[in-house]
């Protein structure tokens, strides 16, 4: 969908979000409908000597301002396909690393490095890491949808409101390994689609503290770039809880759960105040904007549902 008609079913589309991908007709993916092209040709490309040099030297900086980051491996998203049916997407994915990803999206010359992506390769993601990251809006009993106020000790949208959200990882699918050390032909793709769902579902319940029992089945929205940083690419899920807004608040408080650390408190707000959020600057100013896009794919999700039913009358 282009970014015309996007902003004709949306009034607004925040500059610091990209939407990259939407599912047809607003109607949300499940896992079976998704699927995955991997393979070292969408890893990213190897900077000048000099440049490469410069992304572990980021890293230390950053590690030492907040020993709790560490270097895991992600998956990197170069890309993606509709199917031809209508019916789902596949995403091509490569490796990456979160200190490739820091000194990269995150790095303070990350224009340049988009720029010479651009001039060497024809593609301005060509140098970055992208790692992929997944996020979602998770719709409680009464009717209110989770924001978390993040922490001083997460690397990026430092205390900002955000959405449950992370990384697949893909030391699920192969074990712990260096990223040089993953052979992608002893990846499943079935298992990495997997992993993209599961990991969706065990952020919310790191993050937020609600059993898995009390969670749907996350439902695909679509991708968003974060232009904050490079354009690194999200997918951003919708997932159903069966616990209203003060039991999540009360195991939340409990502060037992694995990634407590990351946030400082939770939020809710009206499903009923969503679709016009933009309107409220007090709120969409603290948004992280990993937030900002997945609470957009939702609005274009039901504005896309509506006009659909609208046409069937």
């Not at 949300?28 to 070292?40: E, H």
């Not at 690393?97 to 992506?117: M, Q, V």
């Not at 650390?261 to 959020?277: C, D, G, Q, R, V």
């Not at 933009?278 to 609005?299: F, H, R």
């Amino acid at each position: 969908m282009n970014m015309n008609r996007l902003s004709k079913v949306v009034r607004h589309i925040d500059r610091d979000v990209h939407i990259t991908y939407i599912v047809p007709n607003g109607n949300y993916c499940r896992s079976n409908q998704v699927s995955v092209r991997l393979s070292s040709e969408y890893n990213r490309k190897k900077l000048p000597v000099h440049l490469e040099k410069n992304i572990s030297k980021i890293w230390s900086e950053h590690f030492t301002g907040n020993p709790r980051l560490w270097n895991g491996t992600k998956f990197r998203m170069d890309s993606l396909e509709e199917k031809s049916d209508g019916n789902g997407v596949t995403f091509n994915l490569g490796i990456t690393c979160y200190k490739d990803f820091i000194g990269t999206n995150w790095s303070p010359n990350a224009e340049e490095l988009l720029r010479l992506g651009q001039q060497d390769h024809n593609n301005s993601q060509a140098y970055m890491s992208d790692a992929f990251g997944v996020g979602s809006l998770v719709r409680t009993a009464d009717e209110c949808f989770i924001l978390l106020r993040r922490s001083e000790h997460c690397g990026e949208a430092v205390g900002l409101l955000d959405i449950p959200g992370g990384h697949p990882e893909p030391k699920e699918v192969v074990g712990k390994a260096e990223a040089s050390e993953i052979e992608f032909d002893k990846m499943s793709p079935d298992d990495v689609v997997q992993e993209l769902f599961d990991s969706t579902r065990r952020e919310i319940i790191d993050e937020v503290n609600i059993p898995s029992p009390f969670l749907a089945q996350p439902q695909l929205m679509g991708i968003v770039r974060n232009m904050t940083n490079g354009g690194k690419p999200s997918s951003e899920y919708y997932t159903s809880c069966t616990l209203t807004s003060h039991d999540i608040k009360q195991r939340y408080l409990e502060g037992d759960h694995s990634e407590a650390y990351e946030s400082t408190n939770i939020n809710f707000i009206p499903m009923s105040a969503i679709m016009t959020l933009q309107d409220k600057k007090s709120v969409w100013d603290e948004l992280a904007p990993s937030a900002k896009g997945c609470i957009t794919l939702y609005q274009l999700c039901e504005s896309l549902r509506k006009q659909q039913n609208s046409a069937r009358v």
